[in-house]
């Protein structure tokens, strides 16, 4: 069975700081996507990582997959009250209908 | 450009009671999810499809039924409401490289 683990669960900071998420699998996904989740709404999909070493940068934030496509981190540059949210990464296996591994999430708070 | 369009939001049921979510997408996307999240448990799929006329099982899908007779409609049905089906419903549609999520329907089952 795949899983994906993510670290911290919860994180509460304050604006300006630097935070990293962490996504850390013993599978191999051939893709691994973020997402942020604000409260009482769906999941709005962040990025898309495909190749081992990738790094994808939007805006404050840095994703990078893992060499082996086995984890994935996500650094958020000077944290804002905005970026609060439930943040999930999901990992797409080998030929499974484009069926989701999702981990449990990462809850940030960032207080003004 | 709706996106997925879920409907009800909320929804409060009794125990036995039977009802339909109704999920929409207008971006002519083939795969189509339903997932149930729970508090500290994640995302879990309840039931998926590939494409028009075709659906599988995913993770949970005791007490839930699901239909897809076009591209755009996947609506899933609870028959005989549980307590344990008390979650935020989420439908959401696929295309490589990731999933539009619907805004979800909070169900209560009293």
């Known amino acids: 069975t795949q899983l994906l683990e993510q670290s911290p669960q919860f994180l509460s900071i304050q604006e300006g700081e630097n935070l990293t998420v962490y996504c850390n699998s013993s599978?191999?996904?051939?893709?691994l996507q973020w997402y942020r989740q604000e409260p009482g709404e769906g999941p709005v999909l962040l990025v898309t990582?495909?190749?081992g070493g990738e790094v994808k940068k939007l805006k404050r934030l840095t994703f990078q997959f893992g060499d082996a496509r086995k984890d994935s981190s996500l650094h958020i540059t000077a944290a804002q009250p905005g970026d609060t949210g439930l943040y999930l990464c999901?990992?797409?296996?080998?030929?499974?209908?484009?069926?989701?591994?999702w981990g449990l999430g990462t809850s940030l708070a960032v207080n003004p | 450009n709706a996106g997925v369009t879920q409907t009800p939001k909320f929804r409060i049921l009794k125990i036995g009671q039977s009802m339909t979510l109704q999920c929409t997408q207008d971006m002519n996307h083939n795969y189509m999810y339903w997932y149930r999240q729970d508090p500290g448990m994640g995302l879990k799929l309840i039931y998926y499809s590939v494409g028009a006329g075709i659906t599988d099982k995913g993770e949970v899908p005791n007490g839930y039924n699901v239909s897809r007779s076009t591209t755009e409609d996947f609506p899933l049905r609870l028959e005989l409401a549980a307590p344990s089906q008390t979650s935020v419903y989420f439908c959401?549609?696929?295309?490589?490289?990731?999933?539009?999520f619907g805004s979800g329907t909070r169900l209560t089952v009293v």
């Open positions: 599978s191999v996904f051939s893709s």
């Open positions: 990582v495909v190749t």
């Open positions: 959401a549609s696929a295309i490589v490289g990731g999933y539009t």
């Open positions: 999901a990992g797409v296996g080998a030929g499974n209908n484009r069926k989701l591994i």
